[in-house]
């Protein structure tokens, strides 16, 4: 562990009295649920319905919720462990592969979000020409370049934090291991550390933020001369879907990262809406305000019934 006297973190979590720990508990668990079931039901929906899977939207969204399942599952089984049997302890490994797979799915998805931004400025600004560009190969290509950014920017956090040591105290004030809390119990000086981790970080979450604001501000202007007429209702119902999940992912990413690591409550609730609440609303914002998603879970349905009668 590079000379690393610390062998484990104590996870202080989100409270240490123990009849808010079971309530937690039962919130956590149903909200876990809902995240693999609700993120679930929209991949196979998407999967069994040709129509929305040649579609490059949905098939980005069923992406989108691949990564809100497996973001879901980094922290909230740890989290439910910990509430239940009050042991609070991580290995330094575990720690290490946890911070990983935090930033390599948060930073997918921000890339993913971006990209979906770009696909929906397409479809709106060029319409005539969307098809030819946003074709499925490179719809595809697309996709990789988001998880290939995700897995450069995981890389790069965990290749500088590794090489930090860490010789005690060991207490993370988090319910789960992250580069700002990690960041503070290294025996050493930090902060030009903490300045080049939060320029990847927080960087990355503002100028995502403000090309994905910048590309719904051109889609609002393309369809202001549609307003009246009521075409672009339907469209801005969309959009406004995108902006919602985007204001729930990275307002907090940016409260979080986007300054020099301190550690408060409000940074302990933002970490709590990015990994665990904003995985459980995106399936259902995506759902109720999409009337073709509604439709396609209708059939989808109806096969199953069919099939098991």
């Known amino acids: 562990m590079n000379g690393s006297a610390v062998s484990e973190f104590i996870l202080l979590g989100l409270s240490r009295s123990r009849a808010l720990q079971l309530l937690l508990f039962a919130l956590v668990s149903a909200t876990y649920a809902t995240i693999l079931l609700g993120n679930f039901l929209i991949m196979a929906t998407v999967w069994a319905d040709s129509h929305l899977l040649q579609s ?42 946890q911070l990983f ?34 074709h499925h190969q490179r719809c595809f290509c697309l996709l990789l370049v988001c998880w290939a950014g995700g897995l450069l920017h995981s890389t790069t956090q965990l290749a500088l934090i590794i090489q930090l040591p860490f010789c005690g105290p060991s207490e993370l004030d988090n319910f789960y291991c992250d ?27 503002l100028l995502c933020f403000l090309v994905l604001l ?59 809406f990015y990994t665990v609440i ?15 998603v509604k439709e396609a879970i209708r059939r989808l349905r109806n096969r199953c019934v069919l099939c098991w009668t």
């Not at 700002?180 to 080049?196: G, S």
């Not at 204001?247 to 408060?264: E, K, W």
């Open 179 to 205: 580069v700002p809390q990690v960041v503070k119990l290294a025996c050493m000086d930090t902060y030009v550390l903490e300045i080049l981790m939060m320029s990847n970080s927080g960087l990355l979450s």
């Open 278 to 292: 904003t995985p459980m609303l995106n399936p259902i914002i995506y759902t109720l305000r999409n009337q073709e």
């Open 56 to 97: 490059p939207m949905y098939f980005f969204l069923s992406n989108l919720s691949f990564i809100d399942m497996a973001l879901g599952t980094v922290t909230a089984p740890k989290m439910l462990h910990d509430l239940i049997n009050q042991g609070n302890t991580i290995s330094y490994g575990g720690c290490m592969t």
């Open 101 to 134: 797979f935090v930033h390599f799915l948060g930073g997918s998805e921000m890339f993913l979000l971006t990209l979906m931004a770009y696909d929906r400025y397409v479809a709106i600004c060029y319409p005539l020409s969307y098809t030819a560009i946003m």
């Open 214 to 272: 910048g590309s719904y501000s051109f889609i609002l202007v393309t369809l202001k001369s549609h307003f009246e007429d009521g075409s672009g209702r339907k469209v801005l119902s969309t959009c406004s879907s995108h902006l919602t999940v985007v204001s729930l992912i990275f307002v907090p990413c940016v409260f979080v990262y986007f300054r020099p690591f301190s550690s408060s409550r409000v940074d302990k609730m933002a970490s709590v």
